[in-house]
């Protein structure tokens, strides 16, 4: 009797749930989004022939929601509307697609919540008004093709949108001086790899954005004053950036990266928190002499996978003793002098610091236990090459092609860092 009770209850409840989904099922794609659809296979096309268009099949009986690649469609106010759109396969072996993206067609697809393009060879312009026209917009993603021109100020105006990816193109002129102050949802803006110039817009107070990737254009001045402070991911290397860098951009970051630019100036020593495990500041003009983190800020050490790279600047005074538990650390290329901490020498030995690149400063020494060659753990990198010092051989064996030049620097170079140090 029981069991009879629960087959009922079973069919009641699949009965419910075909009659629910049955008027989605048998509805029929909205003439406008049809439309649209074949207006995009004008413009774009597949590098390679059956790839991505191959399924959609204007002819055929089945509803475009469920037969066509990258189409999704929900029902909204009693019609079957597009509401994602993914172009192109996305698979590593695929060319992608070609052509340019139809103003005509996107703009149709005004339910659209998602527009991803994949990598490919797409040209032409970003439609200008697509933040006009399509409001519901969350997601953007139109990377690794060719588009050009510059980034459509009207996307300032799509109060939904969550990620903006336009990275990997041939972008020109500078960032919608509205864009990162406008857009109360915006969580992840990239939009590296173009050439766009200018400067980098002020954020907003009330900002969320948690990642930034500028990297690899032509973006020059300095830092905004406003940084967002949820902010965890922050890449503005490769540009035309100077100034010092004063402040801390987030207290949430764990990715900091303003490698190649024109900063200067000494580095503050709030940077220095082991939370911020992966930082990148070389290739720059910093300077001075780098000063330990207060206490409250620094409640552990830095651990595995931690990154530190300050090589190639004009920092100075002696090593550091707190960067000792970074797994790897460049320091190379500075101006620093004096001993290395020998808690350098015993993480190296005991594998804990994997890469330890120390070359082109004014060390003199690196005082192993028996001064004699001692083999490194397999995996560990140790250069200790053009110093004020004869060199252990096994601070050598590990040096870049890069490193180049004596194994110790001439005594009237260190002389004027290191008074009344002698090589040895």
């Not at 800020?297 to 004009?314: I, R």
């Not at 170079?413 to 090589?423: A, E, K, T, Y």
């Amino acid at each position: 009797m029981q069991s009879g009770n629960i087959f009922r209850h079973r069919l009641t409840l699949f009965l419910t749930l075909v009659v629910s989904i049955s008027p989605t099922i048998q509805q029929e794609l909205a003439a406008g989004d049809l439309n649209a659809l074949h207006q995009i296979t004008y413009t774009l096309t597949d590098v390679k022939t059956g790839g991505f268009f191959s399924t959609w099949n204007f002819t055929s009986p089945e509803n475009p929601c469920y037969s066509f690649a990258g189409v999704t469609c929900d029902v909204v106010n009693n019609q079957l509307r597009v509401v994602s759109l993914y172009l192109g396969t996305g698979l590593s072996d695929s060319p992608g697609l070609a052509g340019t993206i139809s103003a005509t067609g996107i703009y149709d697809l005004t339910e659209l919540t998602q527009l991803i393009l994949y990598p490919g060879i797409v040209t032409g312009f970003i439609p200008s008004l697509i933040g006009h026209r399509l409001k519901n917009l969350r997601v953007i993603s139109l990377t690794n093709n060719r588009l050009t021109g510059t980034i459509p100020a009207s996307i300032s105006e799509l109060q939904n949108l969550h990620t903006l990816d336009l990275s990997h193109n041939e972008l020109t002129g500078v960032i919608p001086p509205m864009l990162p102050s406008a857009l109360p949802e915006l969580r992840v803006l990239v939009l590296a790899y173009n050439n766009i110039a200018g400067e980098i817009p002020e954020f907003s107070d009330e900002s969320h954005l948690i990642h930034l990737d500028l990297r690899n254009n032509k973006l020059s001045g300095t830092l905004p004053v406003t940084i967002p402070a949820m902010l965890r991911y922050l890449s503005l290397s490769s540009n035309g950036l100077w100034g010092p860098v004063n402040y801390v951009p987030s207290s949430y970051l764990v990715y900091l990266d303003l490698s190649m630019n024109k900063f200067s100036g000494p580095l503050p020593n709030s940077l220095f928190r082991s939370s911020l495990s992966s930082m990148y500041l070389q290739r720059n003009n910093f300077s001075g002499e780098v000063q330990p983190p207060p206490p409250s800020s620094f409640p552990e050490p830095y651990g595995p996978g931690s990154t530190v790279d300050l090589s190639h600047n004009f920092m100075s005074g002696e090593i550091p003793s707190f960067l000792n538990s970074v797994e790897t650390l460049f320091l190379n290329n500075n101006h620093f002098s004096g001993k290395v901490p020998e808690s350098y020498v015993t993480n190296v030995f005991a594998g804990a610091t994997k890469t330890l690149y120390l070359q082109h400063n004014y060390l003199t020494s690196f005082p192993m236990e028996n001064n004699g060659e001692t083999v490194l753990p397999e995996g560990v990198a140790l250069c200790l090459s053009y110093n004020c010092m004869v060199p252990p051989a096994v601070g050598l064996r590990a040096c870049p092609a890069s490193a180049g030049g004596p194994v110790s620097r001439p005594f009237r170079q260190c002389s004027v860092f290191n008074s009344g140090n002698s090589l040895g």
